[in-house]
Nanobody, 132 residues
Framework: QVQLVESGGGLVQPGGSLRLSCAAS????????IGWFRQAPGKEREGISC????????YYADSVKGRFTISRDNAANTVYLQMNNLKPEDTAIYYC?????????????????????????WGQGTQVTVSS
């Protein structure tokens, strides 16, 4: 079955950390740009971090810069999002998506909203709740 599966979400106190994983099955990630997005209740989906196929180029939204780190292990067919110093405003459902690297740049994947519905793959999402 061809899919992306997110994991690693949960409940954490402010200032805590979580590590999200985005694992691909049925296809290989090494030719895809991967993006992490989040959507809080009543808000639009936000592109927070994206990474190009080799892992050397990344993008971070200002809201997470300095706190979140995206990485990928192509051998494991998985992309990670290390989230540190979490804040209540980070509470959201977190999704990963994949789009062929020949079609999109890292910055475009995270910032363009009009083409998101057309990305090749989306995961089902994992809930992150930051609360004391």
């Amino acid at each position: 079955q061809v899919q992306l599966v997110e994991s690693g979400g949960g409940l954490v106190q402010p200032g805590g950390s979580l590590r999200l994983s985005c694992a691909a099955s049925g296809f290989t990630l090494n030719s895809y740009v991967i993006g992490w997005f989040r959507q809080a209740p009543g808000k639009e989906r936000e592109g927070i971090s994206c990474i190009e196929s080799s892992g050397t180029t990344t993008y971070y939204a200002d809201s997470v810069k300095g706190r979140f780190t995206i990485s990928r292990d192509n051998a494991a067919n998985t992309v990670y999002l290390q989230m540190n110093n979490l804040k209540p405003e980070d509470t959201a459902i977190y999704y990963c998506a994949a789009e062929p690297s020949v079609l999109i740049t890292v910055r475009q994947m995270c910032t363009l909203t009009s083409s998101r519905a057309l990305y090749d793959y989306w995961g089902q999402g994992t809930q992150v709740t930051v609360s004391s």
